[in-house]
């Protein structure tokens, strides 16, 4: 019902920033909460932010608070994070998450293909 497609991904060095984008198309107009996750090889996905579509409530994993910034535009259902002072340890697949939930970490139904973020040093 719902597609999402990321871009924004690559190579960027240690200290270094990169914004993502999330295309949402579809039947967007079920979607109230829009986030960010990450995989890292050998481990779990994790929650790195999530935006409501209501208010633009954010929520922030502790591990990125102060340095990702999530937004969302009007005018078209895209998302965007904003990912300043990059570490090497950010280094993962991050996928583009959307759901009915007004819930920020979750359950997500929808989920985009992913993009890969590599930071060096």
């Known amino acids: 019902q719902v597609q999402l497609v990321e871009s924004g991904g690559g190579l960027v060095q240690a200290g270094g920033s990169l914004r993502l984008s999330c295309a949402a198309s579809g039947r967007t107009f079920s979607v109230n909460a829009m986030g960010w996750f990450r995989q890292a090889p050998g481990k779990e996905r994790e929650f790195v932010a999530a935006?409501?579509?209501?208010?633009?409530?954010?929520y922030y994993a502790d591990s990125v608070k102060g340095r990702f910034t999530i937004s969302r535009d009007n005018a078209k259902i895209t998302m965007y994070l904003q990912m300043n002072s990059l570490k090497p340890e950010d280094t993962a697949v991050y996928y583009c998450?959307?759901?009915?939930?007004?819930?920020?970490?979750?359950?997500?139904?929808?989920w985009g293909q992913g993009t890969q973020i590599t930071v060096s040093s």
């Open positions: 998450a959307a759901g009915p939930s007004r819930m920020m970490t979750g359950p997500y139904d929808y």
């Open positions: 935006i409501r579509r209501s208010d633009d409530y954010t």
